[in-house]
């Protein structure tokens, strides 16, 4: 189920980092041999949360390897950027995994019990009833890998077939609307306005992304790396 966070005076993630930091961190490498390094703030599925301390594109495939507390061996990973967003001094990305993470890292991360991770998002749009063909403007608050969360205007019942339409913007600031169709798996009043939770019936996985992940998983499968090189350097680098 897709919902927003509760608010508390110390977010879940702060709390998921304050029992990662120690325990799950390691070397983020991109395609050109920059590397920094990385704290495991929640992992989920395929989906894995990290801290760095410089932005990465969103669309690009990353080597991760992660050492984690009482476990002789790193962990291996690849994946593609789909979500980043800024903290005070760090960035939070969210990474796509072709297979499920190991689960020594969902213990590592806090033991969640989701599926995926939910990533916040602060999309508009329009939602477009397919039953009566009712249009209503519509923010998505955030999305997971099979599913969003969506604040719209009025009330759209529980089953209904819907289709989200909305615009980003590529790199050379063209504007590119986009769609996604999704079945409503529930539905709130809350205080005035209506919130819906969608798993997604069409489209690439992570649709709100913007970017196909799908196909960029697909790259990541027929890629060889070499770890050795990898891991000499994130040695080399220790001190």
Same mark, same amino acid.
């Given at each position: 189920?897709?919902?927003?966070?509760?608010?508390?005076?110390?977010?879940?993630?702060?709390?998921?980092?304050?029992?990662?930091?120690?325990?799950?961190?390691?070397?983020?490498?991109?395609?050109?041999?920059?590397?920094?390094?990385?704290?495991?703030?929640?992992?989920?599925?395929?989906?894995?949360?990290?801290?760095?301390?410089?932005?990465?594109?969103?669309?690009?495939?990353?080597?991760?390897?992660?050492?984690?507390?009482?476990?002789?061996?790193?962990?291996?990973?690849?994946?593609?950027?789909?979500?980043?967003?800024?903290?005070?001094?760090?960035?939070?990305?969210?990474?796509?995994?072709?297979?499920?993470?190991?689960?020594?890292?969902?213990? %590592? =991360?806090?033991?969640? @019990?989701?599926? !995926?991770?939910?990533?916040? #998002? +602060?999309?508009?749009?329009?939602?477009?009833?397919?039953?009566?063909?009712?249009?209503?403007?519509?923010?998505?608050?955030?999305?997971?890998?099979?599913?969003?969360?969506?604040?719209?205007?009025?009330?759209?019942?529980?089953?209904?077939?819907?289709?989200?339409?909305?615009?980003?913007?590529?790199?050379?600031? %063209? =504007?590119?609307?986009? @769609?996604?169709? !999704?079945?409503?798996?529930? #539905? +709130?009043?809350?205080?005035?306005?209506?919130?819906?939770?969608?798993?997604?019936?069409?489209?690439?996985?992570?649709?709100?992304?913007?970017?196909?992940?799908?196909?960029?998983?697909?790259?990541?499968?027929?890629?060889?790396?070499?770890?050795?090189?990898?891991?000499?350097?994130?040695?080399?680098?220790?001190?």
């Amino acid at each position: 189920m897709l919902s927003p966070d509760p608010p508390s005076s110390k977010s879940q993630r702060e709390r998921l980092l304050t029992v990662s930091s120690s325990e799950a961190a390691g070397t983020l490498t991109d395609l050109h041999g920059n590397t920094q390094s990385a704290i495991v703030l929640d992992v989920a599925g395929f989906d894995v949360l990290l801290l760095i301390p410089s932005p990465v594109s969103v669309g690009s495939r990353l080597e991760l390897s992660l050492k984690v507390h009482d476990q002789p061996e790193p962990y291996l990973l690849s994946g593609v950027v789909h979500w980043q967003q800024p903290r005070v001094d760090a960035w939070e990305i969210g990474i796509a995994l072709p297979e499920p993470a190991p689960k020594e890292l969902l213990f %590592v =991360a806090g033991g969640s @019990s989701r599926d !995926a991770i939910r990533y916040r #998002s +602060s999309i508009h749009g329009e939602l477009w009833m397919a039953q009566d063909g009712q249009i209503c403007r519509a923010t998505a608050l955030n999305y997971s890998r099979d599913g969003f969360c969506l604040s719209c205007e009025q009330q759209v019942e529980s089953g209904s077939t819907v289709i989200f339409h909305w615009e980003d913007q590529t790199e050379d600031r %063209v =504007a590119n609307r986009r @769609s996604v169709s !999704a079945h409503v798996r529930w #539905s +709130s009043d809350v205080a005035g306005s209506f919130l819906i939770g969608c798993d997604l019936l069409s489209g690439t996985r992570y649709a709100l992304s913007g970017i196909d992940v799908d196909e960029r998983i697909r790259k990541i499968r027929g890629r060889q790396i070499d770890w050795s090189k990898l891991l000499t350097r994130e040695t080399a680098s220790t001190p």
